[in-house]
């Protein structure tokens, strides 16, 4: 006989409880992530969605403009997060940033950053910022350098533009969804940072 939902999560419920943990309620749904494509300029061996250059599976423009309907229709779901693949590739991107930012939503770009390097997307991170949505980078050096997995690696092809990314791009624990007083936290932590720089620069002259 089949233990019906309701036993099933009792038995969830008591099991939490023995390990000292609350129970789970279902809050109301605010964040709509959507995969609108699997294409990819990077062909990652831990991608979870194996998303590559070869995969064309691409969200339909109708299905594009189902989800900008539901977002009106929805006031309560306040951010929508696109994800993929390379979203930043798919043909209808902007138009569905530029539409749920329309609505007022607050929209989140899974951007892997060296999608900006390629042909026909020079512009993106300016459209990004023009749109305020951002971007961050969150490792401070390539994941594939760092010593957590060097064992694993059995060899280390060039990776000229992930490098350069790293060099170039400072990642800030900041973004447009921060309080102001969170904001202005990092602000100071910067300024600080900067004034620490220039008396060593000083120093050394």
Sequence with gaps: MKASPELDRSRFEAHLATLGLPSIRRERVTTLQVNIGL???????????????KR????????VERILRLLERNPAVDTLDITGGAPELHADFRDLVRGARGLGRRVIDRC?????????QEDTASFLAEQGVPTALHYPQPVHTQQSLSPFLKRRLPTPITHRLCDTVISLPISAYMSMQ???QVISAVLEWAEMGNAAAVAGR
């Design 112 to 120: 892997n950053l060296t999608v900006l390097f390629e042909p026909g």
């Design 182 to 184: 969170d904001q202005d």
């Design 56 to 63: 064309g599976e691409a969200l339909a423009r109708r299905d």
């Design 39 to 53: 294409r990819c300029n990077l062909a990652c061996h831990h991608c979870h969605v194996e998303s590559g250059p």
